[in-house]
């Protein structure tokens, strides 16, 4: 395959990943996010640098976000949400989050390829995201992985977006909150 070839089978994983994921799922995690406190964000790998992204979007639109393990990251409490991003489910350091979160008060909100999976267990909303890969398909072999991660940015998009518009934000109002230490 070239390049080219690639491009396409990206686009349609992602095109699936995110076809998967049922409306009214992403809607409850818009109101939890709405309602939070602070928003902390949790995973591993791939999926952490994905679901960063987010968290910065949501800190540019006003809210108030923290990465776990990030230095400047305060403890959870009552009136927290912790979104964990994990296709396994299973990934035992951000379990122990989740379990921690728990027990500081905190809700938790999933988003992950395994709804039968123990994170899904922990968490008190989850929302499915496949990972993209069809059986026998040419990205069932690639070494990177699934569309999982890579799906995690738009639909966070779509989150930020519906936010945005919720709270009056402005590309202006926004440009407040920009990093200017770059």
């Known amino acids: 395959m070239c390049a080219r070839d690639y491009r396409a089978e990206v686009v349609a994983g992602i095109e699936a990943s995110l076809s998967s994921v049922c409306a009214q799922r992403v809607d409850a995690l818009t109101r939890e996010i ?16 994905m679901i960063k992204a987010l968290a910065m979007a949501l800190m540019q639109i006003g809210y108030r976000v923290h990465a776990v393990g990030d230095v400047s990251t305060p403890g959870v409490a009552r009136g927290d949400l912790l ?12 379990l122990l989050f989740i379990e921690q979160a728990r027990a500081g008060g905190a809700k938790v909100a999933l988003i992950t ?40 940015a ?20 926004v440009h407040g909150n920009h990093a200017n230490l770059e």
Not at 154 to 173: F, H, K, M, Q, W
């Open 34 to 49: 709405g309602s939070a406190e602070r928003i902390f964000f949790a995973a591993a790998g791939r999926s952490f640098l």
């Open 83 to 94: 979104i964990v991003a994990s296709s396994s489910g299973e990934t035992p350091s951000v």
């Open 113 to 152: 390829s395994s709804p039968g999976s123990s994170m899904a267990q922990a968490a008190d909303l989850v929302v499915e995201m496949s990972d993209g890969v069809e059986r026998g398909s040419p990205q069932a072999g690639w070494t990177t992985g699934s569309f999982f991660e890579l799906a995690l």
């Open 154 to 173: 738009p639909l966070g998009d779509c989150i930020v977006e519906t936010l945005a518009a919720a709270n009056g934000a402005s590309r202006e109002s």
